[in-house]
Antibody, heavy 124, light 107 residues
Framework: QVQLQESGPGLVKPSETLSLTCTVSGGSLSSSYWTWIRQPPGKGLEWIGSIYYSGSTDYSPSLKSRVTISVDTSKNQVSLKLSSVTAADTAVYYC??????????????????WGQGTLVTVSS | DIQMTQSPSFVSASVGDRVSISCRASQGIVSWLAWFQQKPGKAPKLLIYGASSLQTGVPSRFSGSGSGTEFTLTISSLQPEDFATYYCQQANTFPWTFGQGTKVEIK
């Protein structure tokens, strides 16, 4: 059974960098898109970005200038860094596995495993 | 970016009711759509992928349909544990995008 666990500071000061780690257990990072998604309090889900196990990344255009996602296959971990945070970045941050489903037209990824989420508050 | 629009935003229903939630994409996404259920304080749970494929372990009262730009999630007979918020998400093109959510409430 694949399990994902987010970890990192729950409080970050404005203008600083938010750093979170997702540790994956019960499976390898291979052949999946590892993804960060966030949810501001009382609001909907926002895709932040994804990294393929090989290291290629895709980011939300609205966050691209501030986001870095990386993978450490030796530790089975995926990391998120979001720089220059403001109060608008306060949210529950989830990591999720995008599992590939293969069709004649290509492969498409769906989020089948999620961490429990971690609340990050941006405040001085 | 592909915008995903769900309707309605709120549904008030009773146990045993048939409930349908719509999701519209701003451009065609073939069948590359997922549906998630989220309960308060919990992570979303994948219900449907590929517009109509039931994720392993999800009850058969959940079904998905549609293609192109119009999609529907149907709960055939609402159970107490189904009161939650439901999201659609397109997996066709980066950036992956979610609908704004539909909350299913007890009538």
């Amino acid at each position: 059974q694949v399990q994902l666990q987010e970890s990192g500071p729950g409080l970050v000061k404005p203008s600083e960098t938010l750093s979170l780690t997702c540790t994956v257990s019960g499976g390898s990072l291979s052949s999946s898109y590892w993804t960060w998604i966030r949810q501001p309090p009382g609001k909907g889900l926002e895709w932040i970005g994804s990294i393929y196990y090989s290291g290629s990344t895709d980011y939300s255009p609205s966050l691209k200038s501030r986001v870095t996602i990386s993978v450490d296959t030796s530790k089975n971990q995926v990391s998120l860094k979001l720089s220059s945070v403001t109060a608008a970045d306060t949210a529950v941050y989830y990591c999720a596995r995008g599992a590939g489903h293969y069709y004649s037209s290509g492969v498409y990824y769906y989020f089948d495993y999620w961490g429990q989420g971690t609340l990050v508050t941006v405040s001085s | 970016d592909i915008q995903m629009t769900q309707s309605p935003s709120f549904v008030s229903a009773s146990v045993g009711d048939r409930v349908s939630i719509s999701c519209r994409a701003s451009q065609g996404i073939v069948s590359w759509l997922a549906w998630f259920q989220q309960k308060p304080g919990k992570a979303p749970k994948l219900l449907i992928y590929g517009a109509s494929s039931l994720q392993t372990g999800v009850p058969s009262r959940f079904s998905g349909s549609g293609s192109g730009t119009e999609f529907t999630l149907t709960i055939s007979s609402l159970q107490p544990e189904d009161f939650a918020t439901y999201y659609c998400q397109q997996a066709n093109t980066f950036p992956w995008t979610f609908g704004q959510g539909t909350k299913v409430e007890i009538k």
